[in-house]
C-alpha cells in the first residue's frame, strides 16, 4: 500500500534540521549556527528537482546557509523561520494546485506533528521522536542528516521509473561536478 501511494505523488515537502541534517548544531565564537547535510540526500533532491518533483523545505530555523545549500539543489520553495508549518503548508498546496495525496511530508519531531497528519504520506527518520514514529506510513532505515532523504527520494523516483539520470554530468548542488 504504502509503495503503491508512492507513485502518484507529485511533491516531497521536508523538514530541515533533524531530517535533512543530524540535527546537530556546531556553533562558532561569534554565534553562527553550522549544520550538516548528506551529499546522497542533495544528489537524490536535486535529481527529483529534475525530473518533476516538486520539493519543498519548512524550517523554523533561519540560515542563510541552509537556504545557500537547498537552493543550490534547484529547490525554489524554501520556507525559513517558520512560527506555523502547518498554515505555509497548506498555502503551499493550495498555490500549487495539490491534494494532500499527492504530498509526502518527512517531519522528525513535534513541531512537524500537524503537517503530517495532513499530508497524505508522513514519513520520518529512524532517530524521529516516538510521537512521530506513530503516525508515520513509513519509518526510513537511516538516521535524519543520513541518508534518510535519500531513502525516500530513491523510492519515489524507482517506482515512478524516474531514478536513473542517463546525463553523467548531473550535480549534487555542492558546487563540483
Known amino acids: 500500500m504504502f509503495l503503491e501511494k508512492l507513485k502518484h505523488l507529485k511533491?516531497?515537502?521536508?523538514?530541515?534540521?533533524?531530517?535533512l541534517t543530524n540535527g546537530i548544531l556546531l556553533l562558532t565564537e561569534s554565534g553562527e549556527q553550522l549544520r550538516q547535510f548528506n551529499i546522497k540526500d542533495g544528489?537524490?533532491?536535486?535529481?527529483?528537482?529534475?525530473?518533476?518533483?516538486?520539493?519543498?523545505?519548512?524550517?523554523?530555523?533561519?540560515?542563510?546557509?541552509?537556504?545557500?545549500?537547498?537552493?543550490?539543489?534547484?529547490?525554489?520553495?524554501v520556507?525559513?523561520?517558520?512560527?506555523?508549518?502547518?498554515?505555509?503548508?497548506?498555502?503551499?498546496?493550495?498555490?500549487?494546485?495539490?491534494?494532500?495525496?499527492?504530498?509526502?511530508?518527512?517531519?522528525d519531531d513535534i513541531p512537524d506533528l500537524q503537517v503530517m497528519k495532513l499530508a497524505g504520506l508522513a514519513v520520518c527518520p529512524l532517530d524521529a521522536v516516538e510521537e512521530i514514529k506513530a503516525i508515520s506510513h513509513y519509518i526510513s532505515s537511516k538516521n535524519g542528516g543520513e541518508g534518510c532523504v535519500r531513502d525516500i527520494v530513491e523510492k519515489v523516483l524507482k517506482i515512478q521509473n524516474l531514478w536513473m539520470d542517463t546525463d553523467p554530468s548531473a550535480a549534487d548542488g555542492s558546487g563540483t561536478v
Open 79 to 107: 520556507f525559513l523561520g517558520l512560527d506555523s508549518k502547518l498554515e505555509v503548508y497548506t498555502n503551499y498546496l493550495l498555490q500549487n494546485d495539490l491534494t494532500p495525496d499527492q504530498v509526502l511530508f518527512m517531519g
Open 43 to 77: 544528489y537524490a533532491l536535486q535529481l527529483a528537482v529534475k525530473k518533476g518533483i516538486k520539493i519543498a523545505a519548512l524550517s523554523g530555523a533561519r540560515s542563510k546557509g541552509v537556504e545557500h545549500r537547498l537552493r543550490g539543489l534547484g529547490i525554489q520553495d
Open 11 to 19: 511533491a516531497i515537502v521536508l523538514d530541515v534540521d533533524g531530517v
